[in-house]
Every structure is written in C-alpha cells, then in structure tokens.
C-alpha cells in the first residue's frame, strides 16, 4: 500500500499541510454558526463523493487489469442506466424486443415495489455485464501486445458511439428510473438529506467490500498478478484473456451503478436520465487521477475528496465573486486535483510507474 | 434477415444497445430522426423520397399542382400562389419552378432534440404547400444543413446556402441559435437575405442588432413582464425571488423580470441574475432563495437546472410560485420525480398556442397535417415553432411574388411590409416601422396539470396532451403594453 509521507521541506507538502488546517478550521467556524447546514452538506458531500468513487472504483478495475484508461466509462453509466429504466419502467424486455416483443416477467410481479425494483436492477447489471464482455471480446483482446495508445483511442472511439446511441433513446425525454426513494427525505433544521444519499453511500460500501474480498479469492490473486507484470503472469498460466473479461464486466456493472446514482440526488433532482448523464464519468476523472489509477483504496478516496470538495466550493464560496458566481464547484474538484498531484504526480495511492504511462 | 457471423460481432454488439435504446417506443424515434439534408422536398413534388416512410401512403404522389381532397383546405389554400413565373423578377435561390429555403439548424448539438421535431414540422408544413401548387407556382425546396450548435459551423453553412446563384437560398426560415444568428446579422443585410432566428433575444428587434432578423413572437424580456403581471396579480404575491442563466437568455428574462418587479412594486428578495451556472452544484443558489422566501419565483434557466432548482427549493420548504421564461421548462419534466411538485407549484410561460389547447384555424390545419404526414411522430407543442415558421416564411415570399419581385432585395422589401396571420397559432406580427410599434406584447400561460400528461401520446392520438390547460393568452398586461422599447433589455 502506498504510504503518505510528510516532507518538510517539500513546498508542495507544506501548501497541503497548510489546506488540511485551513479546511480543519473553516469547519469548526462553519459547525459552530450553522451546523445543520454544514451536516447537511457533509451528507451530500460523502454521497456525491461515493458516486465518484464507484465511477472512480470501474476505471481502478480495468486500468489495472488492462493498462487502459477506459474513456468510454461514462457511455457505459448512462447505458447502464437506461439498462435499469428499461427494466424497471417498460412492459417488454429491453434489446430482445428490437426483433420481437418479450415481455418483461419482473414488470409484472405484484408485492412490494422494492423487491420488483430490486430485481429488476439486478437483471440490468447483468445486461451491463454482458456489454462489458461483449465490448471487451470484440475491440479490446483483439488488441493484446498493441500499444496501449490504440487500445485507448478505442474506449475514446466507444465512448462517442455509445454515447450517441444512449442519447438518441434519451431524445429530448427524461428515463425516469423510477428509483424507490424517489424524492424522499428529512430536514436537520434548515437542510434537506435525501434518502438517496443513503442509498449512494451504502451502494459504494458493498461495491468496495466486494472488490476487497474479491481480491483475496483465487481469481482477484491472478488479476493482482496480471497488473502487476502480465507477462509473467501468463507464465504462471493466467489466463489473461479471462481476467480482462471480468475486469471489464465488473467495470460496466459499476460504471452502471454509477450510472443510477448520476441520475439520482445529489447529482439529479429528476431522477430520470436526460443527455446530459454520460457525463458523469468527466465529472469523476479528477477523483480517478487524485486517487491513482491503479488504486482501489485511491478511488474511494480520491472519490469522497472530490466530492467534498465540490459541494463544500458550491455552498460555501458560490456568491464571492461575480466572476465565477456559483461557478466554484465545476473547478474547484480540478484544483483539488492538481494540488494532489504537485503532491503526489503519480496520485495520492498510485504506484510511481503510473508516471511514465 | 442479415445472417450473423462472428465477424459481424461489433455489429451485434451495436445492435444490443441500439435495441435496448430503441426499446421505450416507437413513437419516440420518430421526430429525432434527422431530417435530410439538402432538399427535404424536390421540385417535382414528387415525395417518394420524404424523409420518413410514413408518407408513403400520402395522396401527394406526382401531384404538384393538383390540390389533394385530404389538403385542400391546409395551408396552401390561400396562397393564390399560381402566378405565372415570368412575370415575377427573380436573382438568387429562385428559379422558374423552385424556390430554395435554407433552415441553418441544430440537427445534432445541443438542442437537437428540439430543433428537429421543429424542422420536421416545417418540412410538413412545405409537403403540404408543395402539395397545393407552391408558391408563385413553384415549388419549394427546403436546403437543411446542420450547424451543430456551433457558431463557425453556422457560418460556414451561412456561406455556402447565401451562395449568389441559384444553387442559394432566398431566405432563411430557420436560423438556430442567438449568438449564431447574431453573428450573421451583418452579413444578412449585405447579402439582402432575411432569417428567422430560433431565438427571442429583445435585441433581435433593434434595427441596429438585427435589421434583416425576422424574430417571431415576443422576447424574452416582454414575457418575464406578462408572466410576472399575470401571476402576481392572481395569485397576491409581493415578493419575487429571481433565478437565471448568465448571458443574453437568461439575463434578458432577469431584466424583464425587474421591469416588472418595479412596476408592480414587488421587493426582490433574492436576486439570482447570471447566478445559476449550468451543470454546477446549485444548492448555494437554493439555499438563499429559500432563506429569502419569495412569494413568486420567476426562473430563466434550461429543464435540467429548473429541476435542480425547483425541486430543491421545494425540498428545503419553499413553497412559491414558480414560472419562468420558455424554454425553462419542458413538459417531459412531468414523468419524472419533479413532476407532482410541478403540478402543485408551476406555471408555463410561452409565445405561442400549444397543441390542442386552443381551437383555431391554424391549429387545425397543423394537427391535421402532422398526422397526415407524420402519425406516429411524438405529441409534441414544438410543432407549432415550426409551423409558424412556415406560415411566416410563406407570407413573406407571397408577398414578394405579389409584388412581381423575388429577388432578395425584393424578399427583403416584402419583409417590410408584410403582415403575418398565424391563423391563431401566435400573435399575428408585422415587422414594419418602429420596434416599439410593431413588437409582440403578448405571450401565453399555462397551468401545468399532471393529469393531462400523457408521455407515449402521438399526434394521431385524440384526447391527449402535454400536460398543460391555458391559464391566459393571448395577454399582453399594463407593463408589456406601457414598456417604450428603444433596445434590447439586456447587452452582454
């Protein structure tokens, strides 16, 4: 694991040092003059940050096993998401029914709606999954001992197709995923919290549970191998080709869950997805690059700095200026970025060969 | 059908997604569907190459100058169109049997949704004049380039359809976009060419920023004045918390809404002009509007952002009145979460009549016509923009022909002395003297009702809508009326 270690004499340390103060400070003034909104925004802080995490937790997937950078994340979150909306919102059966019309069994069941909803989730993460495979089937091994430029000028030719078609189901429409929180909430004083944000939060705990755990069984050892030297692992009689597969299968199922949460509050009000939620996989490329690209534990970090960052810039510096306006959130998470890695280049949990790629 | 090899996998993989998106209903993809580009309608009349294959079946096969039983009565009836060609001059984009329309549109950037279902309501609206004979005896041909949403994009479509010969244009009855049609302004005065901008920025209608600019309706400005009139007035608010975009959409609402606020004698409790950044976090904006509590919220921002703001307002307790300029709102906001805070809180402001929700002329002849040519097209009220594109276009170029004269600069004669009947679709409009005389002051209102919603409607289908009952218009109150316009209420 990599380790943080503070130099001091290291000017980029010590401006660090001087921000973790600085941030320690400004939030004891802030819980003191109006703790419920500062609790409320630490809860939509950590939930929009576990969002970022879970976009952040695909692209660790796949850059470790394969040494690419996925661009096509985001078009895989927003499919994964209609993927849900079909499931859970229309009669017949998604991507069958473009031949002939199927209908959808779960659509039918009676009892509690969060069972049906459930399930529903359930079977469109494993259509997610199937994209993934296929997606990594046909356009990525084909590209085994090709140079990584290609194998990433590809996610960027997937990225735009995909994208193209999610939004031409999307037109001008909102999918609603008809999550089961809806819009629900409760108040702390002047503050609203979400049920969503609970939602958020918990999906990412299981998802980095899973990965933990994941990378103890017998197959997270041979992906662990894989990143860490892939010819030797094929040596070891890996088999490369299997690895990738699911790497890029977990890759779209969590690309898809954050695909549901870029729908949902704190990132939507509606609920629904519109043209704009592709974009959510730009959104979580600074948490990506702070956390480390190959790092698990840096994307759940990388992730909650992120999305602390933003949504503290959005409601404590929006109105200071009139030059930026409520503009601090879109930049502030670069800032943060770029601060990160004058710190660390190779980000907050990335391996040093990360610099070279 | 195409047998399926391992070596069409990326095919099939394509083909999954493009399933599952095509998976929702059939009626959706139909007005997103780009329309063609160059030559929508040939000279012929011949419509076997119409852009979608519901025409197939349409009584317009070869029949250029024979009026159908199903169009008599649509909206070529009146055109007295038939004159002979020779006696009317003509220079660019004219020939003895075609006249050229060029529609600068956004067919695949950021509002393509929207402009696409307009430019198919125009292509209907010309099928059916084409139908009944064209214009001046010829027919029209609709030259349709996409210019993205992207300013160069739209200069270099200007260029190529103001082209001096008959491979141009002879009028624009689209021009999409305020900055992109801005930055023709000049150029369509020295080219003697006249557009009609997808836009209603108040400073379209000074002479000085848009001479040859054909603005439809009223602007942005003059519809924050009604909207706020209107809703004040009936509901007793006296505080008005202010909510929009930086730029010339949303701060030209903004600014009508001070007019109005002054007028009126409401405290603007929150003033939030150029506060809402697009795609930001916008909980400092619903924190102070919340904290300010205003009785009326007058809003000038996108659907996506009016969802962040709203809903979240609503959220943390503000419970006021909201409206705000079109296009804040869109009716698709009704199947999603925002939708039963929609129908408790908003009230939609437009310029125009929307589907079915009055009963008029022109309103028949456009639903009688979308379904003709295109049944299964999504119920949608952004028909109407395109149909009075059409109507407005048409007046122009017959008026033009009446005067024996088409050539451009005799088009641009024509633009100033005609006056528009839009058949009780929009106020009727003239674009001739002063701005402060011949603007438009009304705009429309309307109650959003949740229960009149009905999200896989299409234009075939009866009894159905879009969710919204007219509250008032064409209304024009005592500020719009009052308001001496010199120029635009906002320059950036």
Same mark, same amino acid.
């Not at chain 1, 998604?94 to 509690?112: A, D, R, S």
């Not at chain 2, 580009?37 to 096969?61: I, L, Q, S, V």
């Given at each position: ?6 130099d001091?004499?290291e &000017? ?5 040092l001087?921000l973790?103060v ?15 909104? @500062?609790f ?5 802080? =950590?939930?929009?940050g ?28 927003m499919?994964?998401a209609l993927?849900?909306?079909?499931m ?5 059966? &998604?991507i069958?029914? /473009? ?21 529903s ?18 356009t990525?091994?084909p ?12 996610t ?8 193209v ?23 702390i ?12 939060m ?19 050892i ?11 692992a ?6 490369i080709g299997?690895?990738?597969?699911? %790497? ?22 509606t #609920? ?8 959510? %996989?730009?959104?979580?490329l600074?948490a990506?690059?702070l956390?480390?690209?190959?790092s ?11 999305g ?5 810039a959005?409601?404590?510096l ?6 930026l ?15 990160? =890695? ?16 | ?22 998976g ?5 993809d ?6 063609a ?16 294959e519901? *025409? ?5 096969e ?26 009317i ?23 393509a ?6 430019t198919?309501?125009q ?11 064209g ?13 993205? @949403? ?13 082209d ?8 624009f ?11 023709t ?7 003697d060419?006249i ?21 439809l ?10 909207g ?7 509901? #007793?608010?006296?505080?008005? #918390?202010?909510?929009?975009? &930086?730029?010339e ?6 600014? #009508?809404?001070?007019? %109005? ?32 509590d ?8 996108n659907? *996506? ?9 609503y ?8 409206s705000?300029?079109?296009p804040t ?5 009704l ?20 589907w ?8 028949t ?14 119920l949608?009220d ?28 005799g088009?641009?004669?024509? /633009? ?23 603007i ?7 109650d959003?009702?949740?229960?009149? /919603? ?11 809508g879009?969710?919204?009952? =007219? ?22």
């Amino acid at each position: 694991m990599a380790r943080l270690k503070f130099d001091s004499t290291e &000017p980029s340390h010590l401006v660090g040092l001087a921000l973790l103060v600085g941030g320690i400070v400004f939030s004891a003034y802030q819980l003191a003059t109006g703790a419920d909104i @500062y609790f409320t925004t630490l809860l939509k802080s =950590l939930a929009l940050g576990s969002v970022y995490a879970l976009i952040a937790l695909g692209f660790v997937l796949i850059f470790k096993a394969t040494e690419v950078v996925n661009f096509s994340q985001g078009a895989l979150a927003m499919i994964g998401a209609l993927f849900i909306s079909f499931m859970v919102a229309d009669e017949n059966l &998604p991507i069958i029914g /473009f031949f002939w019309e199927i209908p959808n069994p779960i659509y039918q069941l009676g009892g509690p709606e969060w069972i049906r909803w459930g399930l529903s989730v359930i079977v469109a993460l494993g259509f997610a999954a199937l994209l993934g495979l296929v997606i990594e089937r046909v356009t990525i091994r084909p590209m085994i001992g090709q140079p990584l430029f290609s194998v990433a000028v590809i996610t960027l030719g997937l990225e735009i197709s995909l994208r193209v078609l999610a939004n031409d189901a999307v037109k001008i429409s909102f999918r609603s995923v008809d999550a089961p929180w809806g819009n629900g909430g409760f108040n702390i004083g002047a503050g609203f919290v979400n049920w969503s944000y609970f939602a958020a939060m918990i999906t990412a705990a299981v998802a980095f549970v899973a990965v933990f755990f994941f990378y103890r069984s017998r197959m997270g050892i041979s992906m662990r191998a894989v990143a860490r030297d892939q010819e030797a692992a094929m040596a070891q009689g890996i088999n490369i080709g299997r690895v990738f597969a699911i %790497a890029w299968g977990a890759g779209a199922v969590l690309a898809a869950l954050g695909g549901l949460f870029a729908t949902q509050q704190p990132i939507k009000q509606t #609920g629904a997805i519109d043209q704009d939620t592709s974009l959510i %996989a730009f959104r979580a490329l600074p948490a990506v690059i702070l956390g480390g690209l190959d790092s698990v534990q840096g994307a759940l970090i990388g992730g909650l700095m992120v999305g602390t960052a933003e949504i503290y810039a959005g409601q404590y510096l929006s109105g200071y200026t009139s030059v930026l306006g409520s503009g601090y959130p879109l930049i502030v998470p670069y800032v943060v970025m770029i601060i990160g =890695l004058l710190v660390k280049p190779y980000g907050l949990f990335g391996t040093p060969e990360i610099r070279r790629v | 059908m195409r047998k399926v090899t391992k070596g069409f996998a990326p095919l099939v993989a394509l083909a999954l997604v493009a399933a599952a998106c095509g998976g929702d209903d059939d009626a959706a993809d139909e007005p997103s569907e780009p329309p063609a580009e160059d030559t929508a309608d040939e000279p012929t009349g011949d419509t076997a190459d119409e852009p979608t294959e519901d *025409t197939a079946d349409e009584p317009t096969e070869d029949t250029a100058d024979e009026p159908t039983e199903d169009t008599a009565d649509e909206p070529s009836e009146d055109t007295g169109g038939q004159e002979p060609a020779e006696e009317i001059v003509t220079d660019f984009g004219v020939t003895e049997d075609t006249i050229r329309i060029g529609l600068n549109a956004d067919l695949s950037g950021l509002f393509a949704p929207l402009v696409t279902q307009i430019t198919d309501a125009q292509q209907v609206f010309w099928e059916i004049v084409n139908d009944n004979g064209g214009i001046a005896g010829r027919q029209v041909e609709l030259v349709i380039i996409d210019n993205a @949403y992207d300013v160069p994009t739209h200069l270099e479509n200007y260029a190529e359809m103001a082209d001096e010969s008959e491979e141009g244009v002879i009028f624009f009855s689209q021009s999409t976009g305020s900055p992109h049609t801005a930055a023709t302004a000049e150029d369509l005065v020295d080219d003697d060419l006249i557009a009609i901008p997808l836009s209603w920025y108040s400073g379209f209608a000074d002479p000085g920023i848009g001479q040859n600019v054909m603005e439809l309706y009223t602007n942005y400005c003059i519809e924050a004045m009604n909207g706020i009139e209107y809703l004040a007035g009936e509901n #007793g608010a006296t505080t008005l #918390g202010i909510v929009s975009f &930086p730029g010339e959409y949303g701060q030209d609402g903004a600014q #009508g809404a001070k007019i %109005a606020a002054e007028a009126l004698g409401l405290e603007i409790v929150y003033d939030g002009e150029g506060a809402v950044v697009p795609g930001s976090d916008q909980t400092p904006v619903i924190t102070e509007l919340v904290a300010a509590d205003p009785d009326l919220v007058w809003a000038t921002l996108n659907p *996506t952002t009016l969802a962040e703001v709203l809903g979240g307002a609503y959220q943390q307790g503000l419970r006021a009145l909201w409206s705000g300029n079109s296009p804040t709102w869109n009716y698709q906001l009704l199947a999603t979460d925002l939708g039963p805070i929609a129908d408790e809180v908003f009230h939609y402001s437009t310029y125009t009549a929307l589907w079915g929700a009055i009963d008029s002329p022109g309103m028949t002849e456009m639903i009688e016509g979308m379904r003709a040519k295109r049944p299964d097209a999504v119920l949608s009220d952004t028909y109407i923009v395109g149909w009075t594109e059409g109507l407005a276009t048409k007046a122009v170029l017959e008026q033009a022909a009446a005067n024996g004269d088409m050539t451009r600069a005799g088009v641009v004669k024509a /633009f100033n002395e005609v006056e528009v009947d839009m058949k009780g679709l929009a106020p009727d409009q003239s674009w001739f003297g002063e701005p402060n005389d011949f603007i438009v002051r009304e705009s429309y209102i309307y109650d959003v009702v949740l229960d009149e /919603f009905d999200a896989g409607a299409t234009v075939s289908d009866d009894d159905v809508g879009t969710g919204h009952v =007219l509250e008032v218009g064409p209304y024009s109150g005592s500020i719009a009326e009052g308001y001496d316009f010199q120029e635009a209420c906002f320059s950036g």
